[in-house]
């Protein structure tokens, strides 16, 4: 095992335009925790998450651990995305692995903008 992720770091190393999109990947991944580090901020208020216009209340609410969520996502979105982009590599080029990391960039925006949003509405309590 250990011998398998030294190979895939010697290759990686080795191609550096992909080492360059999946370092902006992990640098990305890594602003979206220093934001909800800053953003995140424990309360007894109940916080919005839920939003439909079904029923007779369109905003939902729950507790601020709820938004704890989205780090976790972000964590293992990086861990995930980043081992199976060397993986992708190892086993079909360096062509389809770039393409890879480069949606890994694009889902880190998506991200971003989705968290902003319910981050925003979460602090309107």
């Not at 895939?8 to 992909?18: E, F, H, V």
């Not at 109940?46 to 651990?65: A, I």
């Not at 980043?82 to 086993?91: D, E, F, M």
Request: net charge positive; aromatic share 12%.
């Amino acid at each position: 095992m250990k011998h398998r992720i030294t190979d895939s770091l010697k290759t990686l190393t080795m191609d550096r335009p992909l080492a360059i999109v999946l370092g902006l990947f992990l640098f990305g991944c890594l602003a979206l925790l220093i934001y909800f580090t800053l953003t995140i901020r424990p309360s007894e208020l109940q916080v919005v998450n839920h939003y439909t216009s079904f029923g007779t209340t369109n905003f939902y609410r729950d507790r601020w651990h709820y938004l704890i969520g989205f780090a976790a996502f972000v964590i293992v979105m990086a861990f995930a995305h980043g081992a199976l982009t060397l993986r992708v590599l190892a086993q079909k080029g360096h062509d389809l692995a770039m393409a890879f990391a480069w949606l890994g960039v694009v889902l880190v925006v998506i991200t971003a903008m989705i968290s902003y949003q319910v981050l925003s509405i979460a602090s309107l309590t």
